[in-house]
């Protein structure tokens, strides 16, 4: 039986494969690192 | 708590139980009591996951450590998406073309029988211990709520959650959940809008912001490489990483959860959906818990939150050092609230000089209360010496039962102690699979029909749920609840992870190698968290790396290995 690979598709309209999924799910962490830093210096 | 506060309690948990049954009447074989039926969508397991892990110590207790610490846990979580994309890219596509009924199997194909029972038993030990914990949870709720003993709750709630559990199957755990974290996320929702509403006039969200900044509760990231300090983002990313890859990837409770998928897709994309909510989830939760204390700045709290102790130990003393403690804790209280309001004051006046002095009086004025609340809990200590205090704890339930309306607190007690049956009811359900297919399908009796293991698996589930109920009686919390779980999680972790790693990755290593390269692992992070006062997150990666390289120089030592290896992609 074949292991389904990061190149098969994701089924959704937008990101179709793996790699962007990750890709969003990584920019969406850098931007919570960023706003949290940004709220520590606003109120220190 | 009035009728309609009771009513919803005991309505919606009457509610449960009789769905969990309902969901899993008429015979099932094995298959479809542990793994469900197959047809879990993408939703259902990520709130599944998000359910299981977000249990009622989440909701008790995390409020709790933003109110003391502030926003700082949070970067426990940054390494979770990480280990999430990890798990959805190597870990689901192995555990599904295997088809396993546990994580532990794979270890069975990949090494030998030995080092499965290892991983196996390494799980049986700390998820049994931490469902302990879990249990616990919700009875200082209900003792706390309804005057009831600490012990009795904790045995009625536990046995409540072993009916449940054992009646219940993997789909109705995960149908059950679905429901349960819509209830739990309207719950929080409105406790943040009381919250909000229940601050003073005049005072802003900014102002709010501002004054829990001034008391340092904004903390919510530091970048210091200090291996000392419990939360950083390094700790966070690297040790937050391990203890997620171990816990969503090799912790039979999540594993189950997304193996219950209808194909690879949906348990990736359940787990994707977790990869992106976990972060602010857990800093609401803080959030949450920081505007709790703005809050109680404002409004005089409980010089000690757990009333019910302290109501025990004022009606046994004699000298009246409770009541002064009492007394002083309101002067100091007082004082500090008149030089915030003249802080705010001083902030919307636009007068940056009287702004700084008053904030500094009002540190100053806070550190007297700190004092005082220190002096109570020592004194409380020093009577009850037995007993350790976590005052924390006690924070959100606290300002649940003083601040919202009746009806809204049945809401909140029932969406906390749903979170607690439908995490626990996970726990059990895996804690009985494995032993039943990791150790008694495969050593004890082989070869028995599926009527025999599902009944076995029932038997297995109740077992694990009364020694939970032992060890949540006989606990004695040094840590806030959360922490405690974690701490736990942490010092087994590691090494479980490092055996999956050995495993997907280090295709030479044999099963002889990655077993007493475990071992050994596990000794070593006894004797460090024995010694030292890292951070606990430290644990996960200490016991990973030493597992792994202890099996690579050990397997250079030992004959090669003759077993196959399944690739983790092809």
Redesign the interface.
């Known amino acids: 039986m074949r292991v389904p690979s990061d190149d098969d598709s994701t089924g959704l309209p937008w990101p179709r494969s793996w790699r962007g999924v990750y890709g969003v799910v990584l920019g969406v962490f850098l931007a919570w690192v960023v706003l949290l830093s940004l709220l520590t210096r606003l109120f220190p | 708590m009035n009728a309609l506060d009771y009513s919803i309690l005991f309505g919606s948990m009457i509610a449960i139980a009789a769905y969990a049954i309902w969901s899993t009447r008429g015979s099932r074989d094995l298959s479809g009591y542990l793994k469900g039926s197959g047809q879990t969508r993408w939703f259902t397991i990520g709130l599944s996951v998000m359910a299981t892990q977000a249990s009622a110590i989440t909701f008790l207790s995390t409020p709790g450590q933003g109110y003391e610490d502030g926003?700082g846990f949070?970067q426990n979580y940054?390494g979770a998406?990480?280990a999430?994309?990890l798990i959805?890219?190597v870990f689901v596509?192995?555990y599904r073309?295997l088809k396993v009924y546990t994580a532990y199997e794979y270890l069975g194909h990949r090494f030998d029988p030995k080092t499965r029972l290892l991983g196996a038993g390494l799980f049986l030990v700390q998820r049994g211990l931490g469902a302990g914990i879990t249990i616990y949870a919700p009875a200082i709720v209900l003792s706390t709520v309804m005057g009831w003993r600490l012990d009795a709750t904790i045995v009625c709630s536990g046995l409540l959650v072993v009916a449940y559990t054992v009646a219940g199957g993997c789909d109705a755990v995960s149908l059950t959940q679905k429901y349960q974290i819509g209830v739990i996320f309207a719950g929080m929702v409105a406790a943040f809008f009381v919250l909000l509403s229940r601050l003073p006039a005049g005072l802003t969200a900014t102002d709010a912001?501002?004054v829990?900044?001034?008391f340092h509760k904004?903390?919510?990231?530091d970048f210091s490489p200090s291996m000392d300090r419990r939360y950083t983002?390094w700790s966070g990313v690297l040790g937050g990483m391990f203890l997620a890859l171990s816990y969503f990837g090799t912790d039979q409770s999540q594993v189950q959860r997304y193996l219950s998928g209808s194909s690879?897709?949906e348990s990736?994309?359940g787990l994707?959906f977790n990869?992106?909510f976990k972060?602010?989830m857990q800093?609401f939760i803080l959030l949450l818990g920081v505007l709790i204390f703005v809050f109680y700045q404002f409004e005089r709290p409980p010089v000690y939150f757990n009333r019910a102790a302290w109501s025990a130990q004022v009606a046994r003393a004699t000298d009246g050092r409770l009541q002064a403690l009492d007394a002083a804790f309101s002067e100091s209280h007082a004082a500090e609230r008149a030089q915030l309001e003249a802080w705010v004051k001083a902030r919307h006046a636009g007068d940056l000089r009287g702004e700084a002095a008053a904030r500094e009086a009002a540190a100053v004025a806070h550190r007297r209360v700190d004092l005082v609340r220190a002096q109570t809990r020592a004194a409380l200590d020093a009577a009850s010496p037995g007993t350790k205090a976590n005052d924390s704890d006690y924070v959100f339930i606290t300002f649940i039962l003083d601040q919202l309306p009746h009806g809204l607190i049945g809401l909140l007690v029932t969406a906390f102690f749903a979170a607690a049956l439908s995490s626990k009811a996970g726990e059990l359900n895996a804690l009985g699979s494995t032993t039943t297919v990791d150790i008694y399908r495969h050593v004890v009796r082989t070869g028995a029909s599926d009527a025999h293991y599902v009944v076995a698996s029932k038997v297995f589930t109740a077992l694990w749920g009364f020694v939970a109920i032992g060890f949540a009686l006989f606990a004695n919390l040094a840590e806030n609840l959360i922490q405690a779980v974690n701490i736990l999680g942490s010092i087994f972790y590691g090494v479980v992870l490092g055996l999956f790693l050995v495993a997907f990755f280090l295709r030479r290593v044999g099963g002889t190698a990655a077993f007493w390269a475990a071992i050994a692992a596990q000794a070593l992070v006894f004797a460090l968290y024995a010694t030292l006062s890292i951070s606990y997150l430290w644990y996960n990666l200490i016991g990973c790396a030493a597992c792994m390289a202890l099996a690579v120089a050990l397997q250079a030592v030992l004959p090669p290995s003759g077993r196959g290896s399944p690739?983790p992609?092809?």
Do not use: D, E, T, Y
Not at chain 2, 218 to 221: G, K, N, T
């Open positions: 926003l949070v940054f998406p990480l999430l994309i959805s890219a596509p192995l073309r912001l501002a829990a900044g001034g904004l903390q919510a990231v983002v690879v897709r990736r994309l994707m990869a992106v972060i602010p800093f690739a992609a092809a």
